[in-house]
Every structure is written in structure tokens, then in C-alpha cells.
């Protein structure tokens, strides 16, 4: 399909997970608006991924596999080197779309031709291994953004803008430099605060969930899981220190109590016990 030119690149970065990364890669096929074409950037996976991208057919599949292991930010750095769509959409291995994800971004792009991002809600299921491996479900609802989007919330990280259900120019943000590769967690996060500083008024909120979104916690690794997490809190809070929208905020350094990454294990085992 050479003479193919997609309106979307849709990016997938995936890391030995193709037991599920089937699912992903079907809801994308599956978009009511076909002009895309799929980007799956194989992060040197060592399970069947391989193999399992060579079991579909449809020629608007690209696939790259990494012969080093460099971090999504990074797989996504290089699908967007690959892009040839105007506009860049993610989806991770684990999540699915909505069938009409990408026609209502094509439309909204089509009403609000100067922004540079949307995003929209996201059916969010959050599931916990506890300590004697099993699964528990701890939460399965629609996550709803209360009050209208605006800059300070999302500085105040009082409102995130998740990988999986943003799409955005892709000019605009590769000449942002586009993902930042020295970040192990909160990527997307600050991304989307760079895209707020050069294009303060480019962000739109769609209030419509179009996005099954699952996340797993192992309790037995939570420590470790939220001490990467903290650890890229530091980083974003040094890069952007002295901005005036982060005046206020709550976040750093982390305490009990607020909406930190510090108070969330004891959270979860107490919604456990409660259960």
C-alpha cells in the first residue's frame, strides 16, 4: 500500500503481551472510519508477538520490532518517525476502542481545525492481585471528568489525559520534541503539559467514553510499582519548577492525603479489607 495515505497513524508500543495485544489490535480494524493505518512498534518482545501479527492480513498493518528494549516513550518516538497520517492516536496492548473512536475524532478535528489534541473519557477497571494471587476487582465505572477541562486542573493533576484516548496533530508535537524517553511513568502526562505551554488553547475535552480501559496491580510489587511512579513525579516537578500554573498544586512532594501516588497502596488494601 504504498500509494495509501492515512488520515491517522495509530500507534501501538507492546512488550511480551500479545495473550491480549490481539484485542487492541482487532478494535483498531475494526473502526468505523477505515483511513488509518496501524503502527505496532514490538519493544523486542520475547513471546509470541511476532507471530501473532503475521496471523492478520489487512495491509494497513506496519510492524517494527526494536532489537533493543527502549521504553514505550520510545517505541512511540519511533512509530511517529514511521507515521505518515496527519494526525496520532495510541493504543496500548491491553486497551480497546469504542468501533467509532476515530470518526469522532475525524469529526472533531473537522469542527475545531486549529486545535492541537482531543481526548475523551475512558471506561476505566481497575483490578488488584493481592497476596495470595488472586484477582479482585476494585473498581469498574465510567470515569467522569466533574467540571469543564481547563490547564490548571491538568498542571494540578486533578485531571489526566490518558495515551489511549488522546489524538493529535502529529507536526505539532514532533516539533515538541515529542515523547520524553528519560520518563519511566507519567509520559503522557508530560507531553500533554508541553503541548499546554505552546498551545494553550489547542487542548478540547470530548465528554464521550470511547475507551475500555483495564490496569492490573500485583500488591506484592506495589512498592516497587510507586516508587517508579514517584520517581517521574521528581523529574516532571524539577522540569517544569516555576511555572506559574503549578502554584498550589498538592502533588509535590507527595503526602498522605492528597491525590499522590503515596497514599494509593494503602488505599487499595483498605478497599480490599472492606470488601
Sequence with gaps: MENYQPKFSVITATFN???????????????????FELIIVDDNSSDDTEKLIKEFSDPRIVYIKNKNNIGPAGARNIGLKKARGEWIAYLDSDNTWHREFLEVMNDAKTREPERVLFFCKKNYRLSIIDEKGERVNLRDEFSNHKKHFDLKRLWHR?????????????????????????????????LTLRISIEHPDGILYLNRAL?????????????????????????????????????????????????????????????????
Design 17 to 35: 503481551m500479545s495473550y491480549v495485544l490481539w484485542k487492541a489490535i482487532q478494535s483498531v480494524l475494526e473502526q468505523t472510519y477505515p483511513f
Design 158 to 190: 486533578r485531571i489526566m489525559i490518558d495515551t489511549n484516548t488522546m489524538c493529535h496533530k502529529r507536526d505539532e508535537i514532533v516539533n515538541l520534541g515529542g515523547w520524553d524517553e528519560s520518563l519511566d511513568f507519567w509520559e503522557d502526562w508530560d
Design 211 to 275: 475507551l475500555d480501559y483495564e490496569q492490573t496491580l500485583d500488591i506484592k510489587k506495589a512498592e516497587e510499582i510507586f516508587s517508579v511512579w514517584e520517581k517521574a513525579e521528581e523529574k516532571i516537578f524539577k522540569k517544569y519548577e516555576g511555572h506559574p500554573l503549578l502554584e498550589g498544586q498538592t502533588w509535590f512532594p507527595p503526602e498522605k492525603g492528597n491525590k499522590s501516588t503515596l497514599g494509593v497502596i494503602d488505599f487499595l488494601k483498605s478497599k480490599h479489607k472492606n470488601k
